[in-house]
């Protein structure tokens, strides 16, 4: 055991020889600089959104420093909306009105299948298309046009500062209070009544917006970068986040509600006073990652041109070289920060005395309406009565509940098909107001298959069909283990040999020339495939005896998991040629898999780990007193019962990752959302951006469900096992 500690202490000690020595190598050869002597000098650009002064005359410490206030602003205002606009849907999923749970689950369906990235899109271009453009000379000191939102502002942050000083340390001194316990809400007007006051007498003034001849100027602007990641962060996250406060609201054991009730508490105290107050703390720790999560894809702000941490550091890279010292920012910064948000959550559960561990829950079923009665019509009145008009309250949600629908239902309607153009160009589409599917008639190749040869596509028909086809067969059960492992290994290697050509058989294809669907697929199926047994391999490190195994596999997950994966991807365009000699040429494709790869490892790995974890450890004693070999137990015995537990958990990482392939467009490679854009590109293509997305979010979304069903299926067939 020694020897296989020194031997990988030793191969590792090697490997970072080697990568330091071609470093160094390449660094001289290219004439590039290292060190951080950069920071104290002229940035010389400027940066549109900023908490603080700052202009191209600064340096580019000063640039970062606003970029890192402009990611903290970002973040912790897409946790607040995302947190209470994630509860809301979870109370509309939990209610007891069935259209109003109907339409919480379709939304919480579509939000959690579409890739953030492409909602951002969506949000950016609906904000930047749709919005009337600023009124050149108009009146008025409100504003919400394609350029931002122009509110009023404090003339100044002093009293403001001193009204969030004063208001704090009101709150903190009537925690401990027997008014704050008993009487919450009058705690709350009496540290707002403070705030206001000090505003007041801090002579606090209010500069209101105007309307000039180049736009709004004056007071308080929200650009439209900022409006869409705010907003996208939000509605993405809250949909995770309304599926953790219900199943924390489940869990609650149903005893405390039938104590309520006999205490005479109406449905409503008893949510606010005695479930939701025991739900928080078990909500708590995966809210925590979710809002982890947030921070790191903040950075997704690079995407839209909004001048966030990551976005900053690309710039600085691009005007000084120092690609090295940029990425060493990215992730120590993140990773900073990713530990203080933890350790804040950790020490708010603490402070009121919470366990992080969750508790027995309720024996109830998810769906808390009864099922819409198709074959028993002389039902309908009953059950109607029961599901959608048992009370007032649940008559008026149920009327706007479904005048919202009608209207949503019938704009749907009319924009796809009684307004839409089927026929003809874009000036024939230009005459109507709904759906231009000309647009998609003309731009359909281009979207799903990109730069790929004309002539050649049928192959990349082919290569779409054999993994989708590998998707199919994974519902089937009987195939399940090696037998749909190998389906897989031949239906990646088969696609790649079609897409690349070559062997005197195929007209060879750069892999530059590939794009579109088929990228898509093949850097989530990869991803997959190829992060599994290397996630094995670090769960069972990480669970190793073995001190050097244990402390590679922690830093190795730690890093990857505190990165955002514009980072990791960053790491692989920019700095990983830089560790390989020159002789050795890498394309942009294979750079970005592996970090893709490794990327879904660490997070696999975690899956894998709490399978283990759950394996008893007589079973391991069991297999060594019948003579199996420390390997032989774990991968006849111990692995086997980990990954029915982690299979669930292995799915969901898939599902992410198709999602995540998203983000490769940002460092160059042209997936399947690179090509979506594009299909707009043209002047007369521009305004129809929608039927773009519309195309490509419905594929998206078609194989995030179809990989969240498989979950439901692996998860049923194990229980029923079980």
Same mark, same amino acid.
């Given at each position: 055991?020694?020897?296989?500690?020194?031997?990988?202490?030793?191969?590792?000690?090697?490997?970072?020889?080697?990568?330091?020595?071609?470093?160094?190598?390449?660094?001289?050869?290219?004439?590039?600089?290292?060190?951080?002597?950069?920071?104290?000098?002229?940035?010389?650009?400027?940066?549109?959104?900023?908490?603080?002064?700052?202009?191209?005359?600064?340096?580019?410490?000063?640039?970062?420093?606003?970029?890192?206030?402009?990611?903290?602003?970002?973040?912790?205002?897409?946790?607040?909306?995302?947190?209470?606009?994630?509860?809301?849907?979870?109370?509309?999923?939990?209610?007891?009105?069935?259209?109003?749970?109907?339409?919480? *689950? +379709?939304? #919480?369906? $579509? @939000?959690?299948? &579409?890739?953030? /990235?492409?909602? !951002?899109?969506?949000?950016?271009? =609906?904000? %930047?298309?749709?919005?009337?453009?600023?009124?050149?000379?108009?009146?008025?000191?409100?504003?919400?046009?394609?350029?931002?939102?122009?509110?009023?502002?404090?003339?100044?942050?002093?009293?403001?500062?001193?009204?969030?000083?004063?208001?704090?340390?009101?709150?903190?001194?009537?925690?401990?209070?027997?008014?704050?316990?008993?009487?919450? *809400? +009058?705690? #709350?007007? $009496? @540290?707002?009544? &403070?705030?206001? /006051?000090?505003? !007041?007498?801090?002579?606090?003034? =209010?500069? %209101?917006?105007?309307?000039?001849?180049?736009?709004?100027?004056?007071?308080?602007?929200?650009?439209?970068?900022?409006?869409?990641?705010?907003?996208?962060?939000?509605?993405?996250?809250?949909?995770?986040?309304?599926?953790?406060?219900?199943?924390?609201?489940?869990?609650?054991?149903?005893?405390?509600?039938?104590?309520?009730?006999?205490?005479?508490?109406?449905?409503?105290?008893?949510?606010?006073? &005695?479930?939701?107050?025991?739900?928080?703390?078990?909500?708590?720790?995966?809210?925590?990652?979710?809002?982890?999560?947030?921070?790191?894809?903040?950075?997704?702000?690079?995407?839209?041109?909004?001048?966030?941490?990551?976005?900053?550091?690309?710039?600085?890279?691009?005007?000084?070289?120092?690609?090295?010292?940029?990425?060493?920012?990215?992730?120590?910064?993140?990773?900073?920060?990713?530990?203080?948000?933890?350790?804040?959550?950790?020490?708010?559960?603490?402070?009121?005395?919470?366990?992080?561990?969750?508790?027995?829950?309720?024996?109830?079923?998810?769906?808390?309406?009864?099922?819409?009665?198709?074959?028993?019509?002389?039902?309908?009145?009953?059950?109607?009565?029961?599901?959608?008009?048992?009370?007032?309250?649940?008559?008026?949600?149920?009327?706007?509940?479904?005048?919202?629908?009608?209207?949503?239902?019938?704009?749907?309607?009319?924009?796809?098909?009684?307004?839409?153009?089927?026929?003809?160009?874009?000036?024939?589409?230009?005459?109507?107001?709904?759906?231009?599917?000309?647009?998609?008639?003309?731009?359909?190749?281009?979207?799903?298959?990109?730069?790929?040869?004309?002539?050649?596509?049928?192959?990349?028909?082919?290569?779409?069909?054999?993994?989708?086809?590998?998707?199919?067969?994974?519902?089937?059960?009987?195939?399940?283990?090696?037998?749909?492992?190998?389906?897989?290994?031949?239906?990646?290697?088969?696609?790649?040999?079609?897409?690349?050509?070559?062997?005197?058989?195929?007209?060879?294809?750069?892999?530059?020339?590939?794009?579109?669907?088929?990228?898509?697929?093949?850097?989530?199926?990869?991803?997959?495939?190829?992060?599994?047994?290397?996630?094995?391999?670090?769960?069972?490190?990480?669970?190793?005896?073995?001190?050097?195994?244990?402390?590679?596999?922690?830093?190795?997950?730690?890093?990857?998991?505190?990165?955002?994966?514009?980072?990791?991807?960053?790491?692989?365009?920019?700095?990983?040629?830089?560790?390989?000699?020159?002789?050795?040429?890498?394309?942009?494709?294979?750079?970005?898999?592996?970090?893709?790869?490794?990327?879904?490892?660490?997070?696999?790995?975690?899956?894998?780990?709490?399978?283990?974890?759950?394996?008893?450890?007589?079973?391991?004693?069991?297999?060594?007193?019948?003579?199996?070999?420390?390997?032989?137990?774990?991968?006849?015995?111990?692995?086997?019962?980990?990954?029915?537990?982690?299979?669930?958990?292995?799915?969901?990482?898939?599902?992410?990752?198709?999602?995540?392939?998203?983000?490769?467009?940002?460092?160059?490679?042209?997936?399947?959302?690179?090509?979506?854009?594009?299909?707009?590109?043209?002047?007369?293509?521009?305004?129809?951006?929608?039927?773009?997305?519309?195309?490509?979010?419905?594929?998206?979304?078609?194989?995030?469900?179809?990989?969240?069903?498989?979950?439901?299926?692996?998860?049923?067939?194990?229980?029923?096992?079980?």
């Amino acid at each position: 055991m020694r020897f296989a500690q020194l031997a990988v202490l030793g191969a590792v000690v090697l490997a970072a020889f080697y990568f330091v020595s071609s470093l160094t190598t390449n660094l001289a050869d290219k004439n590039i600089r290292t060190g951080f002597a950069f920071l104290s000098e002229r940035a010389g650009f400027a940066i549109g959104e900023t908490l603080i002064s700052y202009g191209p005359g600064d340096s580019f410490a000063a640039a970062l420093l606003v970029g890192l206030l402009n990611t903290l602003l970002v973040s912790a205002l897409a946790i607040a909306f995302s947190t209470i606009l994630g509860l809301w849907i979870c109370m509309a999923r939990l209610s007891r009105n069935w259209l109003l749970a109907r339409i919480a *689950r +379709i939304y #919480i369906e $579509i @939000v959690r299948n &579409i890739p953030l /990235l492409l909602q !951002i899109f969506v949000w950016y271009a =609906v904000f %930047l298309f749709s919005l009337p453009p600023p009124e050149i000379g108009g009146g008025g000191n409100f504003g919400f046009d394609n350029r931002g939102l122009h509110l009023p502002a404090f003339a100044s942050a002093g009293p403001l500062a001193l009204a969030a000083a004063l208001g704090t340390l009101a709150w903190f001194l009537l925690r401990g209070t027997s008014i704050f316990k008993s009487r919450p *809400r +009058i705690a #709350i007007i $009496i @540290v707002l009544s &403070i705030s206001v /006051l000090a505003l !007041i007498v801090g002579g606090a003034e =209010v500069v %209101l917006p105007k309307s000039g001849k180049f736009g709004f100027s004056g007071g308080l602007s929200l650009s439209t970068e900022f409006l869409t990641l705010v907003v996208g962060l939000s509605v993405y996250t809250s949909a995770y986040l309304a599926e953790i406060f219900r199943s924390a609201i489940l869990a609650v054991p149903m005893g405390q509600v039938e104590a309520a009730a006999a205490l005479g508490l109406s449905p409503g105290s008893t949510m606010a006073r &005695i479930i939701v107050p025991q739900a928080v703390r078990i909500a708590i720790p995966p809210m925590t990652s979710w809002h982890l999560n947030t921070v790191k894809n903040s950075s997704l702000g690079v995407a839209i041109g909004y001048p966030e941490f990551v976005s900053v550091v690309d710039t600085v890279i691009s005007q000084t070289g120092q690609a090295i010292e940029g990425v060493g920012l990215i992730v120590i910064t993140f990773l900073t920060l990713s530990l203080i948000l933890a350790f804040v959550s950790d020490r708010y559960a603490r402070s009121f005395g919470w366990s992080l561990t969750g508790q027995a829950g309720r024996q109830a079923a998810a769906e808390v309406t009864e099922p819409l009665p198709l074959l028993r019509s002389s039902r309908w009145g009953t059950w109607a009565k029961r599901n959608l008009f048992a009370t007032k309250l649940q008559t008026m949600l149920t009327l706007l509940a479904l005048a919202l629908t009608l209207v949503a239902g019938w704009s749907a309607l009319a924009w796809l098909f009684l307004d839409a153009t089927f026929t003809g160009g874009a000036p024939q589409c230009r005459i109507n107001d709904g759906a231009c599917w000309p647009f998609l008639k003309e731009n359909f190749n281009l979207i799903l298959f990109g730069t790929y040869p004309e002539t050649e596509r049928w192959r990349t028909v082919i290569a779409v069909v054999l993994m989708v086809g590998c998707l199919g067969l994974s519902f089937i059960v009987r195939l399940w283990g090696r037998r749909l492992a190998t389906l897989w290994g031949l239906g990646i290697a088969a696609a790649i040999i079609l897409l690349r050509g070559g062997f005197g058989l195929l007209e060879p294809v750069p892999m530059d020339k590939w794009s579109g669907l088929p990228v898509t697929l093949l850097l989530a199926s990869i991803a997959v495939v190829a992060a599994f047994p290397l996630a094995v391999l670090l769960a069972f490190a990480r669970q190793s005896s073995n001190t050097v195994f244990r402390r590679l596999a922690i830093s190795f997950i730690e890093l990857v998991r505190g990165v955002p994966l514009i980072g990791v991807l960053f790491i692989a365009a920019v700095m990983f040629p830089l560790f390989i000699p020159e002789w050795l040429t890498i394309d942009s494709l294979p750079r970005v898999q592996i970090a893709l790869v490794l990327f879904t490892a660490a997070y696999m790995a975690e899956a894998v780990r709490g399978g283990l974890i759950s394996v008893p450890k007589g079973q391991a004693e069991a297999a060594m007193a019948l003579g199996l070999g420390k390997w032989q137990a774990r991968r006849h015995v111990i692995l086997p019962q980990a990954l029915k537990v982690s299979l669930p958990g292995l799915v969901n990482t898939s599902i992410s990752e198709v999602k995540n392939t998203t983000l490769v467009l940002i460092v160059g490679v042209f997936d399947l959302l690179q090509t979506t854009r594009l299909s707009y590109v043209e002047a007369q293509w521009r305004p129809y951006f929608a039927e773009a997305y519309l195309f490509s979010g419905t594929i998206f979304f078609a194989i995030c469900f179809a990989l969240s069903r498989l979950a439901t299926k692996i998860e049923r067939e194990l229980t029923y096992e079980g």
